[in-house]
Structures are given as structure tokens and as C-alpha cells.
């Protein structure tokens, strides 16, 4: 009968923290789920439309700087028909060259913009050019003087002629360069196919004439789905379309400003639902927790005393009104201290091993994130590569990267973040994708590490930091491209010679100070040379009797087989690590790299 009543009010306890915790919570989560949703919906609405109207004010403005030229409509057809003739410039002193020449060319000129149409009609063959290249350049300098005013991805124009868009005057920022200066922005003369359907905004203009206030946002097949598009035709002196001026934005933009207003929302309502659990947890400390409270203190007091009327004496102190206040009656028999021991017990093993779980789960997460499969590039004959990181607990703060940057060109990664556990492998992760994006995009080391230090510091609340050594080989001439922030020496095996330590003044490590500018060094690779990164693990490894394995060991052991391919260099050095540090403890992070090249491959 005792236990059918002890079994009742254990039921009892149950119901209350099932009907007041789990409700709460199931319905907290749904609501800001709900919430999150609809107000990046939302966000993403409005974003479009802002931007819609931003890059109609930037079509037009260009649009009239192109009609600002009373020749635009002569100027359009001679680029088209004479660009393979043309001079193309865009340097200030060669604008002023052309400046020079034209006045000396054409008597009537005033300025390009205001020479009339007639008077180019009526001058010299190369008079004409060097007016239409100085017109080019001038309005080249426009469009440039725009982009860096207005921040689009691609501003340029274009005419449409058998289902081609050739290609005109484009601006470019300090960092761009057009084809002819040795990059990839579009100019005069490029052409490339136009087909109706991939940019129905871009149709209706060109059917009917008419500017059309719609930001193209279809992403049609063929189109650039990483780009969304804003146009305007341009007209000349007798009101006829001369040419197009085309906008272009990054989609990931208006993503990223719905996601950041959502995020702050979402990162509000959190937050006022934590201030409402602090509230509720409050009601139950009083109504549910403090009685126990009094309970517990009960119990023990009788383990110590054994004394049934002090217990009873003490549990009739609670006066919580609800189930609790029964089960202080049935605790009078000490039966229910064993049970509650063993629940506690059980929870606890539970927790162990979720914790277990969850530290697994995240160590094969990181794991994955590092490229592991060797051979890495199978189909290369121009190098090899091996990478290996030993970590000293669950997940690591360590990690490397390779990857090719193009066909020509190999990045190479190897960093160390301070500190170690769960914090130092979110930190790796984070510093490990911004490094890998800016080289992907095609900067250099220095500037690599300098935007990367950038962003790091952003929100860097726990003042992490992470030493790195990056460096971009050009895979067919062995040059490459090193910066070090705060990192260890590498070592450099020349071909039939030894590793030795390439030792330079290197840059603070990134995550320490904002603004800190980053050098780079620059080396050749011969065919033959190995070359060698690691983390401070490997010299700082430690035996029993506290001392270091040390760059000395190290060299030793990479030149006990110089020669061999990286991934017996690696074995080598760990194996010396091991034999050195014997039983002692691994107390950080062990990661090396080994680059091995062979020069460009004679064709068979």
C-alpha cells in the first residue's frame, strides 16, 4: 500500500515538470522558428525593392552620363565597326596624349562631349579615331568614377547586334584590370552570345526601347545565378537607342542582408525568451525546487542522526500546496532517498555519455573539413603532397589546407589557434573558411592574411588568436608567394641537399590586433625541393623529463630520408616524435605538411 502511494506521488512530480517545462519550451521554439521565417520573408521583400531602386538610380545616372556625349550615337557605331583599330587607353597621362592629339587633329573640337556630330562626320579618318579613343577613355574614366561611388559588382554597357552583346566601356575599382591590362573585366570588342529568354528584363527593354524599373532577378537558365542585373538603354541626339548600360549585383548580397536584420531579431527574441525562462524558473525554485530543497536537507540530517520524529518534525516545513508537499510525508521511510540516488546516478551516466557522443560527432566534423584522401591529385605528375594532424584531445585547434587555386597555381595552409577544446576547433573552422574564400578569390598571402585578419577581429570577443603560414606556388615555374603571421620556420630541402630552416622576420599573428599589415616572402622551388610546414607541436613535443624535441631533432629526422616522398617524411618526423617523447603525455596539437615538387611535365 506504502509503495502504491510512493509510486503515485513520483507521478505526481513527474506531471508537474512535464506540463510546465516542456509545453514552454515546445512552444517557444515553434514561435521563434515562425517568427524567423516570416521576418526574413519579409527582409528579403524589402531588400529587393531597395535595391531595385538603388540600381535604377545607378542605371539612369550612367545612362545620362553616356547621353551627356552629343556623338553617343556616331560613338556606338564607329566602336562597333573600327574597335580592332583603336588605341585603347585609360591612364590620366594617355588621356591627355589623346587630349593633345585630337585638337591638333580636328580644328572645331571644344571638348568630347560637346563636339557635334557633324564635325566628326566631316574629319579625317584618324582624326575620328582619336576622338572615338578619346571618347572611350573618357567615358571609361566615368563609369569607373561611378563604380567607385555606387560600390556595383559590374558596371559596364554593351549593344545587342545577331544575338551577341558586344561589349563596350566598363569601370573597374584600384584592384580590377580590364583584359588588356592583364585581367578579366570585359572591353571594347568582347563579345558574347545573347539569347532571348536568359534576361527578360533586359528583352523587354530591348523590344520596346523603354527604360524598365525592374531589377532582374529571375535566374533563368544561362544566366549568372550568383549576379542580379539592373539595365537602361541609352539614346542619342534623334532619340534612338544608341546602347544598353547594364548594373550588376551579387545575389548573396540581398541573402546577407535579409539574414543579418533576421539574425538580430531572431538573436532578440532569444533572448527575451531566456529572460521569460529566467521568470518561470523563479515560480518553480518557490514552488517546486525549495521544497526539495527542505527535503533534502531532511534526509541528510536523518542519514546522520537516524532520527524519525527530527525527520518528520522537518518535513512538516513544507508548505508547497502541490504533490511535493505530499511526497514529504512518504520520504519519512527513506525508501525514496535509494530511488532518487540511482535516478540521479542514471542521469548522470546519460549526460557522460552524450557529452562523449557529442565531442565524437564534432571531432568527425572537423575531420572531414581537412582534406585526408592521398594521393590528393592523383592526375598530377607536377607535384606530390601529404598532410597529417595528430590532435591532443577530442577535436583540435590546429589545421592545414591545400587546394588549387587554378590549374597553375596550389594554395598551401598550415595555422594554429590558441587554445584548445571545443572553442579553439570553432575558432580553426572559422579562420580555416575565410583563409581558403580570400585565396580562392584570387589575392595574394599578404592580402589574404591582412581582409582575414579583418574579419577575425570582428566580434572577436574571446580574443583568439591563430598563427598562419600561406603560400601560393605557380606549379609551372616553382615561384611562389609566403607570408608567416607568427608561425614556425619552414624548412626547405633543395634538390641532393638537406632540410634546412628558412628562418625570416615574420608578421604578428592574426586575431591580435586590427590593421596590422602582413609581408610576403618571395622563393623559387627548383624540381626536386620539398618543402616542409608544421605547428608548434612538433618542436615543443615533450618528454618525462620536460624537454623539448626542438628544431635540431627535427631537422634530423627529416633528413634521415630527404629524399623520400612526403608521406614518408611525415612517418618519419612522427615516428621520431614518439620514439622521443615515449610515455609522456601529447599536451598540443601535432600538424605538419610536406610539398614536393617535380616542375612541369614534358609531354609525350
Same mark, same amino acid.
Given at each position: 500500500m506504502e509503495k502504491k502511494k510512493q509510486n503515485e506521488n513520483e507521478k505526481k512530480r513527474k506531471s508537474i515538470i512535464s506540463q510546465v517545462t516542456m509545453p514552454l519550451v515546445l512552444f517557444l521554439t515553434i514561435l521563434l522558428i515562425i517568427d524567423g521565417l516570416f521576418l526574413y520573408i519579409f527582409n528579403l521583400s524589402y531588400y529587393i525593392v531597395q535595391r531595385e531602386e538603388t540600381a535604377a538610380?545607378?542605371?539612369?545616372?550612367?545612362?545620362?552620363?553616356?547621353?551627356?556625349?552629343?556623338?553617343?550615337?556616331?560613338?556606338?557605331e564607329y566602336w562597333q565597326e573600327h574597335y580592332d583599330e583603336m588605341e585603347l587607353v585609360y591612364d590620366l597621362p594617355d588621356i591627355i596624349r589623346k587630349e593633345a592629339e585630337i585638337n591638333s587633329l580636328m580644328e572645331e573640337y571644344h571638348t568630347v562631349w560637346d563636339t557635334e556630330e557633324e564635325t566628326v562626320e566631316n574629319a579625317s579618318p584618324e582624326?575620328?579615331?582619336?576622338?572615338? &579613343?578619346?571618347?572611350?577613355?573618357?567615358?571609361?574614366?566615368?563609369?569607373?568614377?561611378?563604380?567607385?561611388?555606387?560600390?556595383?559588382?559590374?558596371?559596364?554597357?554593351?549593344?545587342?547586334?545577331?544575338?551577341?552583346?558586344?561589349?563596350?566601356?566598363?569601370?573597374?575599382?584600384?584592384?580590377?584590370?580590364?583584359?588588356?591590362?592583364?585581367?578579366?573585366?570585359?572591353?571594347?570588342?568582347?563579345?558574347?552570345?545573347?539569347? &532571348?529568354?536568359?534576361y527578360p528584363v533586359l528583352d523587354e527593354i530591348v523590344k520596346t526601347g523603354k527604360f524598365v524599373e525592374n531589377i532582374e532577378t529571375s535566374l533563368s537558365p544561362g544566366a549568372d545565378s550568383s549576379l542580379v542585373h539592373m539595365f537602361a538603354p541609352v539614346y542619342d541626339e534623334d532619340g534612338e537607342v544608341a546602347l544598353y548600360v547594364g548594373v550588376a549585383l551579387p545575389w548573396k548580397d540581398?541573402?546577407?542582408?535579409?539574414?543579418?536584420?533576421?539574425?538580430?531579431?531572431?538573436?532578440?527574441?532569444l533572448i527575451f525568451f531566456i529572460l521569460i525562462g529566467f521568470y518561470i524558473s523563479g515560480l518553480l525554485i518557490k514552488k517546486v525546487t525549495g521544497p526539495v530543497g527542505v527535503e533534502k536537507l531532511a534526509l541528510s540530517r536523518y542519514k546522520v542522526y537516524k532520527d524519525p520524529e527530527k525527520l518528520k518534525e522537518n518535513l512538516s516545513d513544507v508548505q508547497s500546496n502541490n504533490e511535493i508537499e505530499e511526497l514529504a510525508v512518504d520520504f519519512s521511510e527513506m525508501a525514496d532517498e535509494i530511488d532518487r540516488y540511482i535516478i540521479e546516478n542514471q542521469k548522470a551516466t546519460v549526460d557522460k555519455e552524450r557529452m562523449k557522443a557529442e565531442l565524437s560527432m564534432a571531432k568527425t566534423i572537423q575531420e572531414s573539413r581537412l582534406p585526408s584522401k592521398f594521393p590528393a591529385f592523383p592526375d598530377r605528375k607536377d607535384f606530390d603532397i601529404y598532410a597529417s594532424?595528430?590532435?591532443?584531445?577530442?577535436?583540435?585547434?590546429?589545421?592545414?589546407?591545400?587546394?588549387?587555386?587554378?590549374?597553375?597555381?596550389?594554395?598551401?595552409?598550415?595555422?594554429?589557434?590558441?587554445?584548445k577544446g571545443i572553442?579553439?576547433?570553432?575558432?580553426?573552422?572559422?579562420?580555416?573558411?575565410?583563409?581558403?574564400?580570400?585565396?580562392?578569390?584570387?589575392?595574394?598571402?599578404?592580402?589574404?592574411?591582412?581582409?582575414?585578419?579583418?574579419?577575425?577581429?570582428?566580434?572577436?570577443?574571446?580574443?583568439?588568436?591563430?598563427?598562419?603560414?600561406?603560400?601560393?606556388?605557380?606549379?609551372?615555374?616553382?615561384?611562389?608567394?609566403?607570408?608567416?603571421?607568427?608561425?614556425?620556420?619552414p624548412a626547405l630541402r633543395r634538390k641532393d641537399g638537406k632540410f634546412e630552416l628558412v628562418k625570416y622576420r615574420h608578421s604578428p599573428a592574426m586575431g591580435v590586433m586590427d590593421g596590422i599589415p602582413y609581408t610576403e616572402h618571395e622563393f623559387t622551388l627548383e624540381p626536386g625541393d620539398t618543402l616542409f610546414v608544421y605547428t608548434d607541436g612538433v618542436p615543443e613535443?615533450?618528454?618525462?623529463?620536460?624537454?623539448?624535441?626542438?628544431?635540431?631533432?627535427?631537422?634530423?629526422?627529416?633528413?634521415?630520408?630527404?629524399d623520400a616522398a612526403p608521406e614518408v617524411i611525415d612517418r618519419n618526423v612522427k615516428k621520431s616524435i614518439d620514439m622521443f617523447v615515449d610515455e609522456a603525455e601529447q599536451f598540443d596539437d601535432i600538424t605538419m605538411l610536406t610539398f614536393k615538387y617535380f616542375g612541369p611535365q614534358k609531354e609525350e
Open positions: 538610380r545607378e542605371a539612369i545616372y550612367t545612362a545620362n552620363c553616356f547621353m551627356e556625349f552629343k556623338t553617343i550615337g556616331w560613338l556606338s582624326a575620328q579615331r582619336v576622338f572615338a &579613343e578619346l571618347a572611350y577613355a573618357r567615358i571609361c574614366e566615368t563609369l569607373t568614377r561611378i563604380k567607385i561611388d555606387f560600390n556595383p559588382f559590374y558596371l559596364y554597357s554593351f549593344t545587342i547586334k545577331n544575338d551577341e552583346m558586344f561589349y563596350m566601356a566598363t569601370g573597374t575599382l584600384e584592384n580590377e584590370k580590364r583584359i588588356s591590362q592583364g585581367g578579366e573585366l570585359f572591353e571594347l570588342g568582347v563579345t558574347t552570345p545573347y539569347a &532571348e529568354g536568359v540581398l541573402i546577407i542582408s535579409s539574414l543579418r536584420i533576421t539574425i538580430i531579431f531572431c538573436v532578440i527574441t594532424m595528430t590532435p591532443t584531445k577530442e577535436v583540435a585547434g590546429d589545421f592545414y589546407d591545400f587546394f588549387m587555386v587554378d590549374d597553375d597555381h596550389i594554395a598551401l595552409v598550415i595555422a594554429d589557434v590558441s587554445g572553442s579553439a576547433s570553432l575558432f580553426m573552422m572559422l579562420s580555416k573558411a575565410i583563409i581558403r574564400c580570400r585565396l580562392l578569390g584570387g589575392e595574394s598571402p599578404a592580402d589574404a592574411l591582412d581582409k582575414s585578419n579583418a574579419q577575425i577581429m570582428q566580434g572577436n570577443d574571446s580574443n583568439m588568436f591563430v598563427t598562419v603560414w600561406v603560400a601560393v606556388i605557380d606549379l609551372r615555374t616553382g615561384k611562389g608567394l609566403a607570408a608567416n603571421a607568427g608561425h614556425e620556420h613535443a615533450t618528454n618525462i623529463n620536460s624537454e623539448l624535441f626542438g628544431e635540431e631533432k627535427l631537422l634530423v629526422a627529416l633528413n634521415r630520408d630527404p
